[in-house]
Nanobody
Framework: QVQLVESGGGLVQAGGSLRLSCAAS????????MGWFRQAPGKEREFVAA????????YYADSVKGRFTISKDSAKNTVYLQMNSLKPEDTAVYYC????????????????????WGQGTQVTVSS
């Protein structure tokens, strides 16, 4: 189990950029997967992006491909989500997640596939 703390949310105008950070405490093993979900008011949690700790392969939701980039800094146990060309529909609480498997598993967009969740950080995009 890892503890996840997000930061970097805020208010930005449409077309702007934000970078979210997620600091993970505890040891991160090579087969771990870390990622981001988001939840807008009145909607279900939605997968955004994920990254495999070993090798760095990534996976994105179609709605953010080409605009968002997930990356990691292994030395800092930190995952980032660079969000560019933001749209009002990107407004949501963004959650950092981790899949803490000791064995290689496929990256999944299902919320049930992740073991640990952060508290979330609010991102608001004004039109």
């Amino acid at each position: 189990q890892v503890q996840l703390v997000e930061s970097g949310g805020g208010l930005v105008q449409a077309g702007g950029s934000l970078r979210l950070s997620c600091a993970a405490s505890g040891r991160i093993f090579s087969n771990y997967i870390m990622g981001w979900f988001r939840q807008a008011p009145g909607k279900e949690r939605e997968f955004v992006a994920a990254i495999r700790w070993s090798g760095g392969s990534t996976y994105y939701a179609d709605s953010v491909k080409g605009r968002f980039t997930i990356s990691k800094d292994s030395a800092k146990n930190t995952v980032y989500l660079q969000m560019n060309s933001l749209k009002p529909e990107d407004t949501a609480v963004y959650y950092c997640v981790a899949k803490t498997s000791l064995h290689a598993v496929a990256i999944t967009p299902a919320a049930s596939g992740y073991d640990d969740w952060g508290q979330g950080t609010q991102v608001t995009v004004s039109s």
